[in-house]
C-alpha cells in the first residue's frame, strides 16, 4: 500500500508540474485574459477533473505558479548582522529585480493578480505580507530605526520595482531611465544603492 501511495505522489507531481508548464507556455503565448479550464485541459491533455482536484480551479493553477516562482514567497531568511545589513538589502533588492525582470510568466500574472481577489490570492499576499513584517521587523531591531519609517522606505522600494518592471512592456522610458533597457536598470539599482548607504550608514548605526 506504501508503494502504491508512493507510486501516485509521484504521479500527482508530474501532473501538477505538466499543469504548471502548460501554464507558463499559454502566458508567454497568448497572456493570461483567455485562459480557461478547457484550453488548459487540451493542451496539457489532463483533464479538467484533475486540474479542479489539484489546483481548486485554473485561477489556483496561476496563483501556484506564482507562489512557486515568486521573489518574497521564496526569499530565504537569514539572520542579518549588523554591518552586513546595506549589502544584504541591496544584494534583496537587485535580487528582486533580476528575478521579476528574467520571468516575462511571472511579471504577466503579476498583472493578472492585481485583478484577482480570490481566496488563493489572497493568501499568496498574506504569505507575502508575514515575510516582509518579518524582515522589516528585523531591520528595526539591528538599526533600532522607527519601525514606521522602515515600514514606508520598504514599501516604496519593493512597490516601484514591481510597478516599472510589469511598465517597461508598455512604457521604454519612465522619469527619463530607459526601464526597457539593463542599462536603465542598472541605473536604478545604483540608486537603490546610494540610498541604502546613505539611510543605513555605518552598518545600520544611528543616525
Known sequence: MKEKNSFGERDR?????????????????????????????????????????????????????IRQHDFWINFPVEVLDREQLPGFLKKMFRGQIE????????????????????????????????????????VCELTNYPRKEIEVMASMLTASITYLVMLEEFCPVFNGIAINQDSGWEQIGQGIDALVDKYFKNGGNER
Open 13 to 65: 507531481e508530474a501532473t501538477e508540474r505538466r499543469l504548471l508548464d502548460t501554464i507558463e507556455k499559454m502566458v508567454i503565448e497568448n497572456g493570461f485574459e483567455k485562459i480557461g479550464v478547457n484550453a488548459v485541459a487540451a493542451q496539457s491533455g489532463v483533464s479538467k477533473i484533475l486540474i479542479y482536484r489539484y489546483f481548486g480551479s485554473v485561477d489556483g493553477l496561476m496563483a501556484a505558479y
Open 99 to 138: 528575478q521579476l525582470r528574467s520571468n516575462p510568466t511571472l511579471k504577466r500574472l503579476y498583472r493578472w493578480e492585481l485583478s484577482s481577489g480570490n481566496d488563493m490570492i489572497v493568501k499568496l499576499r498574506e504569505q507575502r505580507e508575514k515575510i516582509g513584517v518579518n524582515l522589516i521587523e528585523k
